[in-house]
Nanobody, 122 residues
Framework: QVQLVESGGGLVQAGGSLRLSCAAS????????IGWFRQGAGKEREFVAV????????TYGDSVKGRFTISRDNAKNTVYLQMNSLKLEDTAVYYC???????????????WGQGTQVSVSS
């Protein structure tokens, strides 16, 4: 069982930066890949990034490549999403989720956080 709690969301101007955190419970945190997803109003949930349990592999969605960076600190049971050069279209609720695979497929993530709102203004 893994419980996930996101934090770090807020309101930021376009071009600005935010860092999201995903804190996890459980002693087997390093066994899980952690993904970030987002869902804007009236939109489907979208894959943002995923990092392997060891942190050695990561994959990004096309819309965030070169702007977002995912990382993890297994000693702190925490995964981070550094978001730079934010755009209006990055506005969404951001969720972290855990899986035993490394995948972009939402359906293969068994544990989800409650989400944190990110709003980008002009």
């Amino acid at each position: 069982q893994v419980q996930l709690v996101e934090s770090g969301g807020g309101l930021v101007q376009a071009g600005g930066s935010l860092r999201l955190s995903c804190a996890a419970s459980g002693r087997t945190f390093s066994s899980y890949s952690i993904g970030w997803f987002r869902q804007g109003a009236g939109k489907e949930r979208e894959f943002v990034a995923v990092i392997s349990g060891s942190g050695s592999r990561s994959t990004y969605g096309d819309s965030v490549k070169g702007r977002f960076t995912i990382s993890r600190d297994n000693a702190k049971n925490t995964v981070y999403l550094q978001m730079n050069s934010l755009k209006l279209e990055d506005t969404a609720v951001y969720y972290c989720a855990a899986t035993v695979l490394i995948t972009t497929n939402t359906a293969l993530y068994g544990y989800w956080g409650q989400g944190t709102q990110v709003s980008v203004s002009s």
